[in-house]
């Protein structure tokens, strides 16, 4: 038996007390440091022994009491480190999200504020009750002042340093007080802010106002003095009054030493329209005739002595012009054209004179116009305001995102504008105000709009009443006065338009501005590459005059009066088949007789139609000052016997030859094309008639009672037909060219029939388009109708109904063209762009183009502040509505011109959604720069001017946010 004994003989517990240490063998690797259990190199045994443990700590998790639980995770958490303390946080956050917090105790001061100028003042109110924290914001002096002072509700007296509310407080005692005044009778009576309080009493003000009045007299006398010994004249050329010698004056008498005839004649001249200094040249050419001639012109120069002194006085004690003025001259007026409205070019080369020109540009904001304005004005007052841009019965669109309406005229920033604008214009007792050449005194809501505008003003308001069809005729017809009731003034002979431009030029854009705008749109398109913004009114007269001297639109605008006399002469030549040997002689003859007829009075019917002859037996009816129902109607029957007799043209000129040379076996188009083209115009043409003969019934009985709004209504329930023709119309402009490219049959056809008496010298695809323009003379008719039938007229609601269903189809219109103006704008890009992939996908939209220049940076490392730029190439930026289109733009110059071409290249496209924008700071080494950032790259770009910067970068992030919440 060996000495040395094993402990497994021995309990274990009888051991605790010796010095007995067993020998443990080394360490395997498959064991572990704490456990025999959980090995750690076998990770499958480990993963299934941890799930096992993991799921029988849950088990006695869910056994233990809340205080036990709360207890385990403190104890966890101890013992976690940092990075999955950030783990547990993004984990709570995720399970549990923060759905209310209050950002004011997050953001600092000045976004909290930012955040709280957005509200109106009720709901700032409504916000200083949520907490104490709160109300200090919603008091601040920064969010009350603006709103105040934009009001012209001045705080009377300068607030403490450490009070707080004030402008608050005042805000809200002068709403309780109803105490709201125009900007102009702010200024009289709270003065400006560029009026600096002086602290004197009145008495003081009164005398330092007489000492400064006195002074101003002695300067101006002691200047004329000055001038007169500068422009001294020779001796015994100097004529004293014999008043101011102190004898009398004798009529008839020189002084001693100068006869008639041996001194030259004396004439006084200014040196400019501005000046208050008066002299006199000599004439060696003329001579003196007597006594008379001297006394007129001293008492001339003591006349306009006293004219100066008096401009002094009144220059100190008008309290509307604080600085002094010497110019009699009346203000001048301002017109402010829009560059959509078409044809302006015409309107630019017949403004007359005194009168200050703005033509801007549509696509821009009202801040800017208003900056434009003023520069133009150069602090001088304006007698009248005239505005011409593009819009209807309703609204005016001043700019493409800002049209005045009846709902957006009290927004923020219209409300700046026209304040502001207000204080430019002289006061209405001085003939001052506002006129607007779209016709919105035509309908309801124009009348309100007008009279709204008003009362902000403190202005007169005048617009056309639209009791005129036709292109922009409406301007050149009645205009509404100050009394915005149905009733319209009669103190206005002529349009106030004739005060800005001249009537030859005006009537011919009115007539013809639709048609110039098809002959201009070319040419404009290329002159606008060549010329820049600075000489854009100079090449708005350039077009204007080449419209008037060599189209000579003055020879073909002729009356209505000699046009209708001319036809009807015409069509009876045509008729009197024996007489064609002397055309001539018959036509004199015709007008001499048609003359003496009308000097006596009698009924011309032997050579009018029925239609004429009807509406000159209106016309003969007597007419009261306030029947305008009866004057729209009469128009509305004129203007729709011209719309059959064109719609009677297409079907006798062009479709009853087609079918009969078809019928003939000579075909110039085939039976399907034929339908195609003149699809619809016959059942038009039936349909309009039965609504002329209704109206012609309604106008024989017309009486004050009498109804219209019934047959409009019939009118309305059958405009299916209209819409059909609208759905084919762009199907048969197709068809016409194709068919006239395709058969010298047809092109011989329409150069024949295009053009002629028989179209009303019109071609077959303006013809067509006469049910478009039907419908929008439609819209104005019956907006009128509806203004001035009183609400309790039986006539009402039926007109109501009518109006309401073709402003629906006026929309409908309005939606169709500007699918098709889109369509037809990608595929003239789709075009341009050289290796573009298709973009016609969707509803996608052509939205901007900008031309600019690609940058590159040696190091991207450097701050933008201090990196150069290296101009690489020319870019083009075509933005649409998903995406945006990167192209090399290359420049070709035309040999012995001046002119160039541009041509692109596709580079790349990125969709709105995954591309951001990043403005460069201007630096002495780069200019008006930007970053564009995609996916995958960047590109710096720049381009020629800030204002082109501003403008592309405003719109390309409003179209990134509509991309974004679409994607949403």
């Known amino acids: ?51 096992e443990r993991v799921n029988l700590v849950l088990h006695w998790f869910d056994l233990w009491t809340d205080s036990q639980r709360k207890d385990l995770l403190h104890s966890l958490l101890a013992r976690c480190t940092k990075s999955q303390l950030k783990y547990c946080r993004d984990l709570l956050i995720e399970t549990v999200p923060v759905t209310r917090a209050d950002f004011t105790a997050i953001l600092p001061r000045f976004l909290s504020l930012y955040i709280m100028s957005f509200l109106s003042p009720r709901e700032l109110c409504s916000a200083a009750r949520v ?170 120069i003591n006349s306009e002595s006293l004219c100066k002194a008096k401009e002094v006085l009144s220059s100190f004690t008008s309290r509307d012009a604080p600085q002094t003025v010497f110019n009699c001259n009346p203000a001048p007026f301002l017109l402010l054209i829009s560059n959509k409205t078409p044809a302006y070019e015409l309107v630019l080369s017949g403004v007359k004179t005194g009168v200050i020109v703005v033509l801007y540009d549509h696509r821009g904001t009202l801040p800017a116009l208003l900056i434009q304005l003023e520069r133009a004005v150069s602090g001088q007052p304006v007698q009248r305001v005239g505005l011409l841009a593009p819009g209807g019965t309703e609204e005016i669109h001043i700019l493409d995102d800002y049209s005045l309406s009846e709902k957006t005229l009290l927004t923020p920033e219209h409300r700046e504008f026209w304040e502001k604008l207000c204080i430019q214009v002289t006061p209405t007792q001085e003939g001052g105000g506002i006129d607007i050449f779209c016709p919105l005194a035509a309908s309801a809501s124009g009348v309100t709009l007008l009279h709204s505008l008003s009362t902000l003003t403190g202005l007169q308001v005048r617009s056309p009443a639209g009791l005129a069809t036709g292109s922009f005729q409406n301007i050149l017809s009645e205009w509404s006065g100050g009394d915005f009731g149905a009733a319209l003034l009669d103190q206005y002979p002529a349009a106030p338009v004739l005060q800005y431009v001249s009537d030859d030029v005006l009537q011919a854009w009115c007539r013809q501005a639709q048609w110039m705008e ?105 007419q009261t000052s306030l029947d305008w129902r009866g004057c729209v109607v009469r128009e509305l029957h004129h203007s729709e016997g011209l719309y059959l007799s064109r719609l009677r043209s297409i079907l006798e000129v062009y479709q009853e030859p087609l079918k009969a040379a078809l019928n003939s076996n000579r075909a110039i188009l085939s039976y399907a094309d034929i339908q195609i083209i003149f699809n619809q115009v016959s059942v038009i043409q039936l349909l309009n008639s039965v609504f002329q003969a209704d109206l012609q019934n309604r106008l024989e009985q017309w009486t004050a009672d009498q109804c219209v709004g019934d047959v409009f209504v019939k009118l309305c329930s059958k405009l299916r037909v209209y819409t059909n023709y609208m759905n084919n119309y762009t199907v048969a402009l197709r068809t016409i060219d194709k068919c006239r490219e395709a058969k010298p049959a047809f092109r011989a056809f329409l150069k024949r029939t295009d053009r002629t008496l028989s179209t009303h010298m019109l071609s077959i695809q303006e013809l067509l388009l006469c049910p478009l323009w039907r419908i929008q003379e439609y819209v104005t008719l019956l907006q009128a109708l509806s203004l001035n039938t009183h609400p309790d007229h039986p006539d009402h609601t039926h007109l109501s109904t009518a109006l309401s269903t073709m402003l629906q189809f006026k929309q409908f219109i309005k939606t ?153």
Not at 185 to 210: D, F, I, M, P, W
Not at 525 to 533: A, I
Not at 544 to 552: D, R, T
């Open 131 to 300: 907490s104490w924290h709160w109300r200090v914001l919603s008091e601040d002096d920064c969010l009350w002042t603006d709103r105040c002072i934009r009001r012209g509700w001045f705080l009377p007296y300068t607030p403490g340093e450490k009070e707080f509310g004030a402008w608050k407080n005042h805000y809200v005692s002068c709403v309780s007080k109803l105490d709201w005044l125009t900007p102009r009778e702010a200024a009289e009576l709270y003065g400006t802010l560029n009026q600096h309080s002086t602290g004197l009493t009145e008495e003081e003000e009164e005398r330092r106002k007489e000492r400064r009045i006195r002074q101003k007299i002695r300067d101006v006398l002691q200047e004329d003095k000055r001038l007169s010994m500068t422009n001294r004249r020779p001796w015994g050329s100097y004529i004293k009054s014999e008043g101011s010698r102190g004898g009398r004056v004798h009529a008839g008498r020189f002084s001693p030493g100068l006869t008639s005839s041996s001194w030259p004649s004396l004439t006084w001249h200014s040196k400019t329209a501005q000046s208050s200094s008066t002299f006199f040249s000599l004439n060696k050419s003329q001579t003196v005739d007597g006594d008379q001639h001297l006394v007129r012109q001293t008492s001339r």
């Open 518 to 622: 098809e002959a201009l749109q070319e040419l404009r398109r290329t002159l606008e590459v060549q010329l820049q913004q600075s000489s854009l009114q100079a090449r708005g007269r350039a077009l204007g005059h080449f419209l008037w001297e060599k189209i000579c639109l003055d020879k073909i605008c002729v009356s209505r009066e000699l046009s209708e006399a001319l036809t009807e002469g015409l069509t009876a030549l045509t008729e009197q088949k024996e007489l064609q040997t002397r055309p001539l002689e018959f036509l004199s003859s015709f007008l001499l007789l048609r003359s003496e007829e009308e000097k006596k009075g009698e009924d011309f019917s032997s050579f009018k139609k029925d239609s004429q002859s009807f509406s000159s037996f209106l016309s003969e009816q007597p």
């Open 816 to 968: 169709m063209k500007c699918n098709a103006e889109t369509v037809k704008l990608l595929e003239e890009t789709q075009q341009i762009i050289q290796g573009c992939p298709n973009l016609r996908e969707g509803n996608r939209q052509l939205i901007k183009t900008q031309e600019a220049a690609l940058l590159r940076s040696p190091d991207r490392q450097i701050p933008d502040s201090l990196r150069t730029f290296e101009h690489v190439s020319d870019i083009g930026l075509f933005l649409f509505n998903d995406a945006l289109v990167l192209t090399l733009r290359n420049v070709h110059h035309t040999p012995f011109t001046v002119s160039h071409q541009s041509t692109h290249t596709f580079l790349a496209s990125v969709a709105l959604s995954s591309l951001s924008v990043r403005e460069i700071t201007h630096t002495r080494y780069v200019s008006h720069a930007f970053v564009l950032e995609g996916p995958s790259r960047s590109w710096f770009c720049a381009t020629e001017r800030g204002e082109d910067r501003e403008d592309f970068l405003s719109v390309l992030r409003s179209a990134i946010s509509s991309s974004l919440r679409g994607h949403q």
């Open 1 to 51: 038996m060996s000495l040395k004994s094993t402990p497994h003989s021995v309990k274990l517990w009888q051991l605790n007390g010796t010095d007995y240490e067993p020998q443990r063998p080394p360490r395997l690797k498959a064991e572990t440091l704490f456990s025999s259990w959980t090995p750690l190199n076998d990770k499958q045994r480990n993963l299934q022994l941890f799930e």
